[in-house]
């Protein structure tokens, strides 16, 4: 069984780092590299590679039908859309039933699809200790290099005990001293550590990096502010945001600003140009496409042979998400009432039945978001609706988009497919961009009764979604809806504010693998009481699948407080008894 290690890290010297012993009988593998041979310049840089390339979350870094990973890396699809109201599994149920439970809330400390996240987190920690390590050996490297490869290696570390963190809630923090894992345990709280990596990537890395997908000091500054927000450090992760909107530039140098278009994020070809991404995951679709964003491979539309694949139908957007981007007469959202009525669609019909698309007022976010039937699809077409649906019961009438590929994409051989269907693209995995960043200062604002500002950070974002040339268009070059957005005039309280935040960044991030964490985030600071909006996520949750009884694979689903995080996987209990001993302690109700 390929999950059998506790962490995949004390496996890298059977990888690549195998020392040799005096005695003749342990041989290295062929083609491995001795930790000598690694301890120079050109060495390092490529163990730093390796981490960053630990990004994909693919612990076992190869492909196939059996072996590859759609769970453990950075979009979070599974882990922080399909638990949330944003989004279902999709599909049907018999086609990767582990996902099945972790939809439900039922999942266990036995399903696998916990085991690939955590070593993807834990590989992608124990690759960044491996360059620290191998660093401090090697002599040929300048001053100015070593602090800068250090920097780098500890924003990679922050990262993956940052997803390990906001996960599993209590996972052990592990630096490049560990020597013994056997004695490693999860009875402190990480969040220091994870500031102190991001802290000296801030101080230490430049704002312009030589080569696209590192990370550089603003970065750094996003991620140690976001970190900030987990915890309800509201002025400093203020300081750290203001710094980001006020100077921050792109690895490349580039001033950051959001992109004219909202979709322009999701667009492979203007990759090379982005102002708005801080961190992403570098995919490429090229040659042999292996290193293409794999984690989205099977979340196309069924059916289709736009693209030459017609696989699989996962990651379908929910009916909440689509009614969350409804808007009244100013244009504005509708949090206490967007789902008491449903935008209709074309469940339930004849596939020779007429159907048109509503002419109710709609945030022009969805039609990027979510592909519905009678609206331009990327430039597929018209989306047909059920006939590019895998099984409507399950997983509802709806296609995402973000993730997936336009004809354009694929004419520049920036998509193709693999095997039996997998399509693949060159699309990035956005980690963080300046959109999301600055909802959080807004909302960081917000908490310091700073109104004014949280109202302009936020106004900004809607503008840009407001942007008429960034609308879904019909063939004629007209709006395909009736896409309505306004701007705040005002926030009356705080109160308000927050709930115009919160609300906006389930509008923005859709479908983005954040929504989940976020309701997490903010159930924690209720009951820390560092929060000026009270949320209860057991009620919140409760109250959408209440809403969902219809749809099959929800039915008579609930969710309670244990649910905030995954459990640890049960492998990592058992490796971690030492003479009867848990030093790696399972979450509380598991």
């Not at 964003?293 to 689509?322: D, K, R």
């Not at 909006?533 to 409760?542: K, Q, R």
Request: glycine content about 8%.
């Amino acid at each position: 069984m390929r999950f059998k290690y506790f962490f995949v890290f004390v496996l890298m010297a059977g990888f690549w780092l195998y020392s040799c012993s005096d005695d003749f009988l342990e041989q290295p593998p062929r083609g491995a590299y001795s930790a000598a041979s690694l301890a120079n310049s050109k060495g390092v840089e490529g163990l730093l590679i390796a981490t960053y390339a630990a990004l994909d979350g693919s612990w076992f870094e190869s492909w196939g039908n059996n072996n590859f990973n759609q769970v453990g890396g950075a979009s979070n699809w599974v882990w922080g859309s399909i638990r949330a109201e944003d989004s279902y599994k999709g599909t049907e149920s018999t086609d990767f039933v582990d996902l099945n439970p972790v939809e439900r809330y039922e999942v266990q400390p036995s399903n696998p699809t916990l085991t690939n996240k955590w070593n993807g987190s834990f590989d992608g920690i124990g690759k960044a200790n491996e360059t620290l390590r191998t660093l401090a050996l090697a002599e040929d490297i300048t001053d100015a290099d070593r602090t800068r490869i250090t920097a780098e290696a500890r924003f990679l570390r922050g990262h993956f005990h940052f997803e390990a963190k906001k996960t599993f809630g209590n996972p052990p923090y592990i630096d490049e001293t560990v020597v013994d894992f056997s004695a490693v345990t999860n009875d402190v709280d990480i969040w220091p550590m994870i500031e102190a990596d991001f802290l000296f990537a801030f101080e230490n890395l430049p704002g312009t990096m030589g080569a696209a997908g590192r990370a550089n000091k603003w970065a750094a500054a996003a991620y140690l502010g976001k970190t900030y927000m987990y915890q309800g450090k509201w002025a400093e992760a203020k300081g750290m945001f203001d710094q980001v909107i006020s100077n921050g530039t792109t690895a490349s140098g580039a001033a950051l600003a959001l992109m004219p278009n909202y979709h322009d994020n999701f667009d492979a070809q203007k990759e090379s140009g982005n102002t708005e991404v801080l961190f992403a995951y570098e995919s490429s679709a090229a040659g042999d496409i292996v290193n293409g964003n794999y984690e989205n491979t099977l979340n196309q539309p069924h059916g289709s042979s736009t693209q030459g694949a017609g696989c699989c139908g996962f990651f379908q957007p929910s009916q909440n998400m689509v009614n969350s981007f409804k808007v009244d007469a100013n244009g504005l959202p509708m949090p206490d009432t967007y789902n008491d009525v449903d935008v209709p669609d074309d469940e339930g019909l004849a596939s020779d039945e007429p159907f048109t698309p509503t002419d109710i007022a709609l945030d022009p976010r969805l039609d990027w978001t979510v592909g519905r039937r009678g609206i331009p699809y990327l430039d597929w077409g018209v989306h047909p609706g059920f006939n590019w649906i895998r099984n409507v019961p399950n997983g509802g009438p709806y296609s995402p988009i973000k993730n997936v590929a336009s004809v354009a994409e694929l004419d520049a051989n920036l998509a193709g497919t693999y095997d039996w269907g997998f399509a693949l693209t060159a699309q990035n995995v956005t980690i963080i961009r300046l959109a999301d960043v600055m909802l959080l200062a807004a909302e960081a604002e917000a908490e310091l009764d700073n109104l004014p500002r949280a109202l302009e950070l936020v106004n900004m974002v809607r503008m840009r979604a407001a942007n008429p040339n960034g609308f879904v268009k019909k063939s004629d070059g007209t709006p395909a809806a009736n896409y309505q957005i306004g701007m705040y005039n005002s926030f009356g309280s705080k109160a308000d504010a927050l709930k115009a935040i919160r609300f906006e960044r389930k509008l923005e991030l859709g479908m983005e693998g954040q929504r989940f964490f976020d309701l997490v985030r903010w159930d924690n600071l209720t009951e820390s009481g560092k929060t000026g909006l009270a949320f209860d996520i057991a009620e919140y949750l409760n109250d959408y699948l209440a809403g969902e009884n219809d749809r099959q694979h929800l039915a008579n689903a609930s969710f309670q407080e244990k649910h905030k995080y995954a459990p640890i996987p049960e492998s990592v209990i058992t490796q971690s008894t030492v003479n009867g001993v848990e030093n790696i302690k399972q979450n509380q109700g598991f």
